[in-house]
T-cell receptor, first 117, second 111 residues
Framework: DTGVSQDPRHKITKRGQNVTFRCDPISEHNRLYWYRQTLGQGPEFLTYFQNEAQLEKSRLLSDRFSAERPKGSFSTLEIQRTEQGDSAMYLC???????????????FGPGTRLTVL | GQQLNQSPQSMFIQEGEDVSMNCTSSSIFNTWLWYKQDPGEGPVLLIALYKAGELTSNGRLTAQFGITRKDSFLNISASIPSDVGIYFCAGSYSGNTPLVFGKGTRLSVIA
């Protein structure tokens, strides 16, 4: 299977703990995106990378959140001092670099469901 | 954050019926994407649209990019039980701007 993979699929943690999620994009894709999805909502953009460079961050990405893509391949999303409001599905997507003035087809992984107790 | 207006929120239909759903935005988009999401899984890309007025099909699915560039429509013909799920529209102004998603249309198919 050459799709986007995410690990772990589920994470239960206590408030105040740190958690880290991993995403492996489709191998030939140089863009990688992180989204958060809460119940009854569509995915909300958090941040994205072009190769190893983090090009944009949403206001949703508080200073407790940090994302890295050190070698331009897999990415990690870390949440420090988790809060109950962080409970959500964290989705990763990848795409090729889009053509000028056109959007990009993003392919999603299965997500990591985080529950903060 | 910004979200698109997607309607209806939910639909219950008989197997074999056709389905229509739509998505509107206050902003112009140059790309519209339609995704389907099953419980506990990530969204799966169904159709991508890049030109105003464009009509694109994928099997029993047909989607259109509205002329005003502020809306898009998805039709499913002859629905089957495996069409059950949540359908999301997503739009972006360019390849360098984030995708904005609707809240989804939950489709239930009664056999």
């Amino acid at each position: 299977d050459t799709g986007v993979s995410q690990d772990p699929r589920h994470k239960i943690t206590k408030r105040g703990q740190n958690v880290t999620f991993r995403c492996d994009p489709i191998s030939e894709h140089n863009r990688l995106y992180w989204y958060r999805q809460t119940l009854g909502q569509g995915p909300e953009f958090l941040t994205y990378f072009q190769n190893e460079a983090q090009l944009e961050k949403s206001r949703l990405l508080s200073d407790r959140f940090s994302a890295e893509r050190p070698k331009g391949s897999f990415s990690t999303l870390e949440i420090q001092r988790t809060e109950q409001g962080d409970s959500a599905m964290y989705l990763c997507a990848s795409s090729r670099t889009p053509r000028r003035d056109r959007g990009n087809e993003q392919f999603f992984g299965p997500g990591t469901r985080l529950t903060v107790l | 954050g910004q979200q698109l207006n997607q309607s209806p929120q939910s639909m219950f239909i008989q197997e074999g019926e056709d389905v229509s759903m739509n998505c509107t935005s206050s902003s112009i988009f140059n790309t519209w994407l339609w995704y389907k999401q099953d419980p506990g899984e990530g969204p799966v890309l169904l159709i991508a649209l890049y030109k105003a007025g464009e009509l694109t099909s994928n099997g029993r699915l047909t989607a259109q990019f509205g002329i005003t560039r502020k809306d898009s429509f998805l039709n499913i013909s002859a629905s089957i039980p495996s069409d059950v799920g949540i359908y999301f529209c997503a739009g972006s102004y360019s390849g360098n701007t984030p995708l904005v998603f609707g809240k989804g249309t939950r489709l239930s198919v009664i056999a």
